[in-house]
Every structure is written in C-alpha cells, then in structure tokens.
C-alpha cells in the first residue's frame, strides 16, 4: 500500500518538475521580449506624437471645422470598436481585462441606440466576440506579440473607408497601456472624431499657422497615416504588456510548482517513514513471537505427555 502511494507521488512529482521547466521556460522568453518591446515603444513615439500635434494644429484651423474627423458627437449612430488582445493566453487576466472593457463599451453604445462593429487584434478577442455573433468588420490573427507598421495598415484599412463614407461615425480604441513592467492599463479612447481641445493633439496649442494646401485637403490625405501611428502604437503597447503579464503569471505558475513540489516530497517522505515504522514494528513483532514460541510448546508438550512406568 505504502509503496503504491510512493510510486503515485513520484509520477506527481515528476509531472509538476516538467510543468514547471515549461513555465520557467516561458518566463524567462516573455522577459527577453518586454526588452525589445519598449525600444519598438520609444522608437515610435516620437512620430506619433509629432502626428497627432499635427492634427490638433489642424484642428484649431477654422477651415476644418466642417471636416468628418471633427464632426460632432452627437451625430453618431454607428461606432467601429477596435480591440486589441493577444493570440495566445497564458498572460493573467490580460485578454479578459480588454474583453470585458470592449463589451462593456459596446453595451454603452447599443444602450444609446448606436450600432456597434467589432474590429478584433488578437485570437483571443476575435474568438470571443465571433462567438458571440457580434458584427466583426476585420480580424488581424498572428500579429499581437510582434506588430509591424503594416500590420496597423490593415486595421485602418478595413475601416477607413467606413469612416469616409459615412458608414461609421465614431472609431474608439480599446488596449492594454504599457506603464511599467509591474503596471499595464486598460485604455478606451475615441480615435475620431477628434473631441476638440484633447491634449493628446495639442488642444492647448494658441499658435497660429498657416497651412498650404488647405487644411481639409491635408486632413483627407493624413487621416489614414495618422490612424495607423495611433493604431500602430497602441498594438505595441499592447505587445508589451502582453509579455509583461505573461512574465508575472509564469512567474507565479513557476513558485507555485516549486511549492507544490515541496509539499508532495514532504507528503512522499511521510510515508515513507510510515512504510519503515510499519515495517520495522512487523519485524519486532515476529522476532518477539519467535521469541515466545518455544517455551510455550515446551509447556503443552509436558502437559502432554506422560511416560511410561517400569512396573508397566
């Protein structure tokens, strides 16, 4: 009995040892992607901030007051929802945070009688949101944890021109920021139409410029580059915290195989004392029996028997 549980424990053992090499392997993998991850972060910033300061300028030019990207929000009767999520899981509550913001946005705009359009980044959020029969517009599967400038052109792409012809009112943006290796938050932004006086695009900017060709003109042709940066930016933000949340959950995933290691060799080590204590006492046991048994047919045996008389 002993020995079959010892045997169970060991195969326990052995199972929770290769699960936890998976893990660490993982870790240490998601550890050396976060490096390059911030540097594609720091290396795009620059132009898009620089886009969207281009934009606010644009903004504050009276000529472009009648363009769709700053066209009121109260017109809105379609929005396109771009949600960013992962392929893959194994990263905490990653994906559920994104996915439980996107429906909670959409909700909040089917409840003012909107229509809602889902473009998904990611398998995860794709499955989710097609399984639920919502209206997905596009889906970019295979890209999350490494995105390319032309992967944010494909998003834009399938809603760009939605948005030009009036299709779609309103495109928000749902992602994970990057903060800090130990911070990542959900972010819901509205892309367009640019809400005016956004410090993002320079609403706080009193410069006057002059702008040739006209503003609308320039806005029509920087529509789709300037999306693609916020789009582009956001997705590696995205990556990063990705590889930031799967770290810490292979981390844990990895101290808490070491602790159930730990407490199955304990549990193993216990009984195998109880197996040696048992069998010890089975020994003492049959030495003392052994001991006794002599003298006990030594007694029956003169009890017994009785010899014969010489007169007989």
């Known amino acids: 009995m002993a020995g079959g549980q010892e045997r ?27 490096v390059k991850a911030q540097q594609a972060i720091a290396a795009a910033r620059p132009y898009v ?6 934009v606010g300028h644009l903004a504050a030019s009276p000529d472009s007051a009648g363009h769709p990207v700053f ?24 994906n559920a945070n994104v996915i439980r913001a996107a429906e909670r946005l959409a909700n909040e705009h089917r409840s003012a009688s909107r229509q809602v359009r889902m473009v998904t980044v990611g398998r995860k959020g794709a499955n989710y949101f097609r399984h639920r029969r919502a209206d997905v517009m596009f889906s970019l599967i295979g890209k999350s944890d490494r995105p390319s400038y032309e992967d944010a052109r494909e998003v834009v792409s399938a809603v760009v021109p939605a948005f030009e012809a009036g299709d779609v009112d309103r495109i928000d943006l749902v ?7 130990g ?24 410069t006057a410029y002059e702008f040739e060709p006209e503003p609308a003109e320039i806005l029509d042709r920087l529509l789709p ?21 799967r770290q810490r959950a292979m981390k844990a995933a990895t101290d808490n195989a070491d602790e159930l290691i730990k407490t199955l060799r304990r549990i193993m080590n216990r009984a195998r004392q109880d197996a040696i204590t ?21 007694g029956s045996y003169n009890e017994t028997y009785q010899p014969m008389s010489e007169s007989a």
């Open 278 to 298: 048992s069998e010890i006492m089975e020994i003492v046991g049959g030495a003392e029996a052994l001991r006794l048994e002599p003298s006990e047919d030594a």
């Open 8 to 34: 169970v424990l060991r195969r326990r053992i052995r199972s929770v040892e290769s699960t936890k090499k998976i893990t660490r392997a993982m870790e240490l993998i998601a550890a050396s992607r976060i």
């Open 71 to 94: 066209r009121s929000a109260s017109d809105t009767r379609s929005v396109a929802i771009v949600a960013i999520t992962a392929d893959r899981g194994l990263a905490g509550g990653y």
């Open 175 to 181: 992602y994970t920021r990057f903060l800090s290796m």
């Open 225 to 245: 580059s300037w999306l693609e940066a916020e789009v582009l930016a956001a997705m590696l933000d995205s990556a990063a915290s990705e590889h930031a949340s």
């Open 183 to 206: 911070s990542q938050a959900v972010t819901v932004r509205q892309l367009v139409p640019v809400e005016p006086g956004a410090p993002e695009h320079g609403g706080s900017d009193t």
């Open 49 to 54: 901030e620089k886009m969207a300061e281009v």
